[in-house]
């Protein structure tokens, strides 16, 4: 046997992105050692490619804001699925989170008198995004990146050594977590992660394991996330015997790029339209006027007038359409293309050139200006751009508890970010992630930290046994012995068809059934799955080991997606078409039994009545059961 | 449109290596990154490239395109003559890991020996106040996306491996830049340019500016403005004194 790098940590936290490095600075300042692993280069998580901006009720550009309101508009965005407590911890501390950023070294756009500039973002009542142009995961991936290299030359000033309290290891992934212990005494040991330059295997001990691995939509062929989307995360909790959450919700952005076909997917950041842009169909109507919802009629604007004078007057003028949360703006872009109303490449138009002078456009979009330039010989400063749905964020994610973010039924294991469930329901807000990752990831950091001071106090350190790694070992190895199979990446690509085609943003049961039965046979092909080269840099077998998490949690998808019979956020049923306040209190908690997924329905916990007195009775009727409001006011009363 | 382009691609390790020929197809609105994704899934499976965003937005891509170092998902294939064979080289002034993917960890050392943000003490969370014109400058530099790719032109370093020990090149120069200019840093950063990271090993030549994707000017807003500060406090520290506090009053603007 090769000999196997070995190192010990308290806390070993899984993901770079903003939830991954801000957990990490958490565990750090509680006293904690912690290892920082990603797939990709440092400073090169998904987090880097956010747009918008990050969502936090500051109340700089409007100060009727406040965290009362990001609430009501995070359940709303959600429709009511969301678990309240998250919602509620997530709205109240955001704008302490972005400060800190601010502290360590961002340079957010400021507003006139010299504070953090915040824009109007889909489903936030007010100026709500703090922002730097429109590279805003840039501005906080790279001040979490400078924190983490600030606390290292802390560490050398006092140790001499940079690496004494946190060390990052970047392009080494994580392929298992081990467990160890029996019955109550089960709990994380460690991780086996490799090189991906080298191939070489190392061994992580840890008393505790963070998740903050993002998202899943690399398994959808149209899609505005990386390869690196491939959801280990949610597997490998699923794997260690955590649960996921409400897996059939996932966030299909209203505009990606349709157009040249090597970009489709490629995402087109909704600043665009809080800064003004509107969207048309072939016939140049605003067509989201035609769109809007039962439950926000009263929230938007019905004529192109009005909602124009809220560009000027917001406090007088209803919002346009174009602002309402992404699940409807996606469908209504779906039914245009549908009815034969769509842009020449299959999407429709959104048009800024209109509204705001070219100098303006560039610095509010510069690499959107940029991106389309480029990439499309497109000039958004003189002409439309074309845009259509993209798969781009999930909602649902592994289980764990809103103060915590301990996985549910995985002692020592947290997740947070994209990764982690239950924060944004049926829908997530834009600028609600980046928040989220700080918010959550530096509970994670802490909470783990504190379960490594009691694991510890309790004698439980944490051991990897010889078998566990070699058999963990012989599993990535597996890929190599076989010498007739088929490439990984023809069997990625008929998934990531069947995805998109079965399980996407318009689902009916046989459809997804059919997914089913399809990923079933993506997973007998993959037991006959062929890797040529050697073990460096070799990313044919990087991908043969991101295949059977990509396959596990696309089943996850499909199962919760043909269970829940209803249509909400970024579910919907064409068999179901309707929300229906039954289904409302459910969430759908997936786990593994055997080598299957088993499904269970387990209620959502109801909102305190405290939190429930932020909204109208009336507005709480569209969602809730007469049953649950009842309850809500005799708690109060 | 739809044809087969001529690519020769470097393959091979820190030992050795040589170029590859290839015929790929090549579709409307391709990008060179989008062809070589299409070689690794058809015909080399086991091709090493690094790639994130396909949108010019987290530097990984970065490769030397028919000799120019370049981003490879922002090189459209209509820049190129469907009769041009493309050649696709790994960044030359790192080591190679394999085929087309660096060893770039030079940079990240000596980004860390950049002294961090110092705000003043005492100020807190939530009280920082800056004008949107005291913080343009700054700004600017932060665009940068670590491409690495002025990294790997300026010519102190591409072509003078003996020269890295002691100059760490336009981006980490650059970063030092960005801190002085922030309204409310506090530390004095020129001695660390000039002494720690090898300023004057920059000669002002701009070819980093040339390639930089984000389109920062790099020698004219960063390095040259380094250097004249560089320059006054050897020469005029009471000025030096008079341009901090003159930067503290944004404190309490
Ligand atoms: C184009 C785009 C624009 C967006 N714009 C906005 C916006 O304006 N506002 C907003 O709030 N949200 C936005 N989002 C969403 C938001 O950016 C993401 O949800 C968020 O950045 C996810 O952060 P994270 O920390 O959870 O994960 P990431 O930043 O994705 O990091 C995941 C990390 O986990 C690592 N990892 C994964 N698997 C493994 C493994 N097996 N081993 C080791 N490491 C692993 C990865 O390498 C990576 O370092 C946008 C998303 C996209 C794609
Ligand atoms: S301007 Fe300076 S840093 Fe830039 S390439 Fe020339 S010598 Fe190098
Ligand atoms: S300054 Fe420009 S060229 Fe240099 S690393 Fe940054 S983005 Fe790349
Ligand atoms: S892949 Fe991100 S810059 Fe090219």
Redesign the pocket.
């Known amino acids: 046997m090769e000999e196997i790098e070995r190192y010990r940590f308290d806390v070993v936290v899984?993901?770079?992105?903003?939830?991954?490095?801000?957990a990490a600075v958490e565990a750090r300042a509680n006293g904690k050692s912690a290892a920082i692993?990603?797939?990709?280069l440092f400073g090169?998580?998904?987090?880097?490619?956010?747009?918008?901006?990050?969502?936090a009720s500051m109340g700089n550009v409007n100060d009727r804001d406040n965290w009362q309101v990001h609430f009501g508009d995070t359940m709303r965005g959600g429709k009511f699925l969301n678990h309240y407590r998250m919602a509620e911890l997530h709205a109240k501390e955001a704008p302490e989170r972005v400060w800190e950023l601010e502290a360590w070294g961002a340079l957010f756009d400021r507003t006139k008198d010299g504070k953090i500039s915040q824009r109007n973002?889909g489903g936030h009542e007010y100026p709500r995004?703090a922002?730097v142009g429109?590279r805003?995961?840039l501005e906080?991936?790279r001040t979490l990146q400078q924190r983490i290299v600030g606390l290292q030359q802390e560490d050398k000033k006092a140790t001499g050594d940079y690496e004494a309290g946190l060390k990052v290891f970047a392009e080494?992934?994580?392929?298992k977590i081990f467990m160890t212990g029996e019955g109550d005494d089960r709990r994380v040991s460690g991780v086996l992660?490799y090189w991906r330059p080298s191939g070489k295997f190392v061994l992580f001990e840890s008393e505790a394991v963070i998740l903050?691995?993002?998202?899943v939509?690399k398994s959808f062929k149209v899609t505005?996330?990386?390869w690196?989307?491939?959801g280990?995360?949610h597997a490998?909790a699923l794997e260690s015997g955590g649960s996921l959450v409400n897996m059939e919700f996932l966030q299909f952005?209203p505009t990606g790029m349709v157009w040249p076909p090597s970009v489709k997917g490629?995402?087109v950041?909704?600043?665009v339209r809080g800064d003004g842009g509107v969207l048309t169909n072939s016939e140049g109507r605003r067509f989201m006027f035609d769109y809007i919802p039962a439950v926000f009629k009263d929230k938007y604007a019905t004529t192109e007038e009005e909602a124009d004078r809220w560009y000027t007057d917001p406090d007088n003028n209803k919002r346009p359409p174009e602002l309402l949360p992404r699940d409807e703006v996606a469908r209504a872009i779906n039914s245009e293309v549908k009815a034969g109303r769509g842009s020449p490449h299959g999407g429709v138009f959104l048009d800024v050139s209109k509204r705001l002078p070219a100098d303006v456009i560039k610095a509010k979009l510069p690499s959107m200006w940029h991106q389309f330039k480029e990439l499309a010989d497109v000039d958004i400063t003189l002409e439309p751009m074309e845009v259509g749905p993209t798969c781009?964020?999930v909602m649902g994610g592994v289980e764990v508890d809103p103060d915590t973010q301990a996985a549910v039924g995985v002692t020592g294991l947290f997740a947070?970010?994209?990764?982690?469930g239950g924060l944004h329901g049926s829908n997530?807000l834009?600028?609600?992630?980046?928040?989220?990752?700080l918010v959550f990831?530096r509970r994670a950091g802490l909470y783990a930290a504190e379960y490594v001071d009691a694991a510890k106090a309790a004698g439980k350190t944490a051991s990897v046994s010889e078998a566990d790694l070699q058999e963990a070992i012989d599993w990535a190895l597996a890929p190599f012995t076989n010498e007739n199979g088929e490439s990984p990446y023809a069997i990625q690509f008929d998934l990531q068809d069947t995805m998109n085609a079965l399980v996407g943003i318009i689902r009916t049961a046989s459809e997804v059934q059919e997914a089913l039965t399809k990923i079933e046979s993506l997973k007998v092909r993959m037991g006959n799955m062929k890797v040529v080269g050697g073990r460096e840099y070799n990313p044919g077998w990087h991908l043969a080991l991101?295949l059977p998490?990509q396959l596990l949690v696309s089943q996850c998808i499909a199962l919760a997606a043909l269970t829940r019979e209803e249509s909400r956020g970024g579910h919907t049923r064409d068999d179901f078409p309707e929300m229906s306040s039954e289904w409302r209190k459910v969430n759908l908690i997936e786990r593994l039994d055997g080598d299957s997924v088993a499904i269970v329905r387990q209620p959502l916990p109801l909102m305190t009545a405290e939190l429930a007195t932020l909204f109208d009775t009336s507005e709480l009727g569209k969602y809730m059961t007469q049953e649950e409001i009842d309850s809500l006011v005799q708690r109060t009363s | 449109m739809g044809y087969k382009a001529k690519f020769k691609i470097w393959r091979g390790d820190n030992g050795d290596g040589e170029l590859v020929d290839y015929a790929v197809e090549v579709n409307e609105g391709e990008v060179v990154l989008d062809v070589l994704h299409r070689v690794q899934a058809e015909q080399a499976n086991d091709l090493a490239i690094r790639w994130n965003?396909k949108?010019g937005?987290c530097g990984s891509c970065s490769a030397e395109v028919n000799g120019k170092p370049r981003l490879m998902c922002m090189t459209r294939m209509n820049t190129f003559e469907e009769t041009d064979t493309i050649t696709v080289t790994p960044l030359r002034a790192f080591p190679v890991i394999r085929d087309l993917v660096t060893d770039v960890s030079f940079n990240y050392e000596k980004a860390r020996e950049v002294p961090a943000f110092s705000p003043p003490v005492g100020l807190k969370p939530g009280e920082f106040r800056m004008e949107q014109d005291d913080v343009q400058r700054s700004q600017e530099f932060r665009k940068c996306i670590e491409c690495f790719l002025c990294q790997n032109t300026c010519h102190a370093v591409r072509d003078h491996e003996e020269n890295k020990q002691y100059f760490a090149g336009p981006r980490v120069l650059m970063r030092v830049a960005e801190l002085d200019m922030h309204p409310l840093d506090t530390l004095d950063r020129k001695k660390t340019a000039q002494d720690d990271l090898g300023l004057g090993y920059c000669n002002i030549t701009k070819c980093c500016t040339e390639v930089c994707p984000e389109h920062i000017k790099i020698t004219d807003n960063a390095l040259i403005p380094l250097k004249e500060r560089v320059a006054d406090v050897k020469y005029d520290p009471v000025r030096w004194l008079g341009s901090k506090i003159g930067v503290r009053k944004s404190d309490n603007a």
């Open positions: 899984i993901g770079a992105g903003g939830a991954g490095l801000r692993l990603s797939k990709s090169k998580a998904h987090t880097v490619m956010a747009e918008g901006g990050i969502a973002f995004l922002h429109d805003t995961g906080m991936i080494c992934s994580v392929t992660a903050a691995t993002g998202g939509g505005s996330n990386s690196e989307y491939t280990d995360g490998m952005h490629i995402l950041t909704e600043s781009h964020y947070a970010g994209e990764v982690g997530r834009g600028g609600n992630s980046l928040s989220d990752l990831g991101d998490k | 965003c949108a937005k």
